[in-house]
């Protein structure tokens, strides 16, 4: 696949890494039981394992249910279920330091990871809590990589009320916890605006979609 992609200036260039998360990791506490953390650049060399994934993951599009239209889902996808190999070892070696930091607060590790490829502006995801599984009635946590082009993770209340904006992408780290995924939306849209690719890496524990 071919994608436009400026890299960052503030990109090391030299080989992925995600290293330890230490107290570098910034807490925002949100209402009602929500909160997230912010690592700015944690992977270093982000922009080289971009490129990677752009090749190496098995891309794919999907389709989705629209009243009575079949519409296509506007990202790619791809999802690695528990026990599977990911595409970089760069993203086992987040797991890991992502299951170090965070493993005594959940209480569970982080095992599946789900990436999707947002081409342009264009490619986007609509208001949403992960709430299929376990994140409907249990508090959680949802840890996402963004590489690539920055793009905007919204967030809201349920029910209405001020909100919040983290432009993501090059290696930053957004974790979504607590009551996030059920008192909280989030959401990327689309925007009208020049926009390169972004992907984003989203790591799970089990029952968690
Ligand atoms: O692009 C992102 O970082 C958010 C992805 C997301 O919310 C999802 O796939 O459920």
């Not at 230490?22 to 982000?46: E, K, N």
């Not at 994140?135 to 809201?156: Q, Y």
Request: charged share 20%; glycine share 14%; net charge neutral.
């Amino acid at each position: 696949m071919t994608l436009a992609f400026q890299g960052s200036l503030l990109d090391s260039g030299g080989e992925a890494t995600a290293g330890p998360l230490g107290s570098s990791v910034q807490r925002t506490v949100l209402s009602r039981g929500a909160w997230i953390d912010v690592l700015p650049g944690w992977v270093r060399g982000a922009d080289a394992l971009f490129g990677r994934l752009v090749q190496a993951v098995p891309w794919r599009a999907e389709k989705r249910q629209m009243y009575d239209r079949v519409v296509d889902v506007p990202r790619l996808l791809c999802f690695y279920p528990e026990d599977t190999l990911l595409p970089d070892p760069v993203l086992d070696q987040a797991g890991q330091e992502l299951n170090a930091h965070y493993g005594e607060e959940l209480g569970e590790p982080f095992r599946t990871a789900g990436l999707c490829l947002y081409r342009d502006g264009q490619d986007s995801v609509a208001w949403h809590g992960d709430t299929t599984g376990r994140g409907s009635t249990e508090d959680t946590m949802v840890a996402i990589i963004s590489l690539g082009a920055p793009r905007a993770l919204l967030l809201r209340p349920r029910g209405g009320g001020p909100g919040l904006r983290r432009d993501l992408g090059h290696g930053d780290l957004l974790v979504m916890g607590g009551s996030c995924q059920r008192t909280w939306e989030h959401a990327v849209p689309k925007t009208s605006r020049a926009s390169g690719p972004r992907i984003s890496v989203q790591f799970r524990p089990r029952g968690v979609r």
